[in-house]
């Protein structure tokens, strides 16, 4: 369905995880459940019409001539994505924070809705440039581009207790603002500002993805994925689960098509 690009530009690894474009020789229309990431994301359409409402997304093909940018930023329930025609698409997948090292304002300024477009004047005019580019030569574009946009900011600190959390799934919010001698206040602030969701929703966020990545790469069954993820017992993985997919465990993974399994999660209608 997409062709991946990692950045080769040593100073973009460290703040976009990939770039994503839609394959044309995929079938189409095509429908499907996309679910909450930690990450954040920029896309690039040409021609293209975008339809957003109450967690649906529609994307068709117009004839008109077009170039639009939308920013997708947190959702915490399963986003349905429809695709009736194949559009020109080129994706920018974000690390947690990588996001706000490329524009003035923060996450929370840019993406106060799941997905809403920007109407950025550099943005657009690139856009323009971008898809008047070769398409083997987009990628490079991108790059290019991103690295001329970073901004070298100090975000040391919400970056130190994001790995703080990675690293301990079952830590309590409390203990970490009492270790990092901050407020709960200030703790939720930070979250909200750089990542777009609260420190909680964050922390399902990641562990959900963790169990998603470690089914599909291991012989492992699903009381072991509980565990290996931190989950506190059998209730409490298959609780979050279903706030996160609307499906328990057992169904969320017995629907994952060969298409989806290993690099897009999703689950096709």
């Known amino acids: 369905m997409y062709e991946i690009f990692e950045p080769k530009s040593e100073l973009l690894k460290r703040y976009i995880s990939e770039i994503t474009v839609l394959k044309k020789n995929s079938y189409y229309p095509k429908e499907y459940f996309a679910f909450p990431h930690n990450v954040s994301s920029i896309v690039f359409f040409k021609d293209t019409e975008i339809k957003y409402r109450n967690h649906y997304l529609e994307i068709n093909r117009t004839q008109n001539k077009n170039w639009s940018i939308f920013i997708i930023g947190k959702y915490v329930?399963?986003?349905?994505?429809?695709?009736?025609?194949?559009?020109?698409?080129?994706?920018?997948?974000?690390?947690?924070?990588?996001?706000?090292?490329?524009?003035?304002?923060?996450?929370?300024?840019?993406?106060?809705?799941?997905?809403?477009?920007?109407?950025?004047?550099?943005?657009?005019?690139?856009?323009?440039?971008?898809?008047?580019?070769?398409?083997?030569?987009?990628?490079?574009?991108?790059?290019?581009?991103?690295?001329?946009?970073?901004?070298?900011?100090?975000?040391?600190?919400?970056?130190?207790?994001?790995?703080?959390?990675?690293?301990?799934?079952?830590?309590?919010?409390?203990?970490?603002?009492?270790?990092?001698n901050i407020s709960s206040r200030n703790l939720n602030r930070l979250f909200y500002k750089?990542?777009?969701?609260?420190?909680?929703?964050?922390?399902?966020?990641?562990?959900?993805?963790?169990?998603i990545r470690d089914y599909n790469r291991m012989d492992i069954n699903l009381t072991e994925l509980c565990l290996q993820n931190d989950y506190y017992d059998s209730p409490h993985f298959t609780r979050e689960f279903k706030k996160l997919t609307n499906m328990t465990p057992k169904k969320y993974f017995e629907n994952l098509t060969l298409e989806s399994k290993i690099e897009f999660p999703y689950v096709f209608k």
Request: aromatic content about 12%; proline content about 2%.
């Open 77 to 180: 329930e399963p986003l349905l994505v429809k695709y009736n025609d194949y559009v020109e698409e080129i994706t920018v997948n974000f690390s947690s924070t990588g996001i706000n090292y490329f524009f003035d304002e923060e996450l929370l300024k840019l993406a106060k809705l799941p997905i809403q477009e920007l109407n950025n004047i550099q943005l657009k005019e690139f856009s323009t440039l971008l898809f008047n580019t070769n398409e083997k030569e987009r990628i490079i574009e991108i790059e290019h581009f991103f690295e001329q946009r970073f901004i070298n900011k100090d975000l040391q600190l919400i970056e130190k207790i994001i790995q703080r959390v990675e690293d301990d799934r079952l830590i309590k919010f409390k203990d970490l603002s009492k270790a990092l």
């Open 194 to 211: 750089y990542l777009g969701c609260s420190p909680k929703e964050y922390k399902k966020i990641i562990r959900f993805r963790s169990a």
